[in-house]
């Protein structure tokens, strides 16, 4: 949007709201130490640490085929993500999921971000229906 960099706000934009709703609407209601957080944040962070390597070799004018490190670097910046794609997904369904068996087992009137009608608006919003139906759905449209 400012022009820094030539990736488009579109897909930037979805990354950083999926991501956002998974940390604050997705992660909080996983029990404590399971291992699809564990999944989905390391995958995040290893992404993150080669990105901003790359972009920061190449802030300084460091040709990637100068050194073997920077090779390295450029290797997993083109590469990571055939494996580091597919496990932070699998992550952040089994996230999604551990959440929805939560959510399920709250009456309606205390599932969080849940609103219910009758109401003033004459709206709803049902984040357990979010989390069983549409993220699924979302990431079989998206993820290829």
């Not at 959510?103 to 009608?117: A, D, E, G, V």
């Amino acid at each position: 949007m400012l022009g820094l960099t030539r990736n488009s706000v579109p897909t930037v934009f979805v990354q950083i709201l999926s991501r956002y709703f998974i940390l604050y609407g997705i992660f909080p209601y996983v029990p404590e130490g399971h291992y699809a957080v564990f999944m989905a944040c390391i995958c995040w962070a290893w992404t993150e640490v080669i990105r901003f390597s790359f972009y920061t070799l190449k802030e300084f004018n460091v040709s990637i085929g100068a050194h073997s490190f920077t090779r390295m670097i450029g290797f997993f910046r083109y590469n990571s993500f055939i494996v580091l794609y597919p496990i932070g997904v699998s992550g952040e369904l089994l996230s999604s999921y551990k959440a929805w068996q939560h959510f399920k087992t709250l009456p309606q009137n205390q599932r969080p971000y849940t609103y219910s009608m009758p109401n003033t608006l004459n709206v709803s919003f049902d984040l357990t229906f979010i989390v069983q139906f549409v993220i699924p759905m979302l990431y079989i449209g998206i993820f290829p």
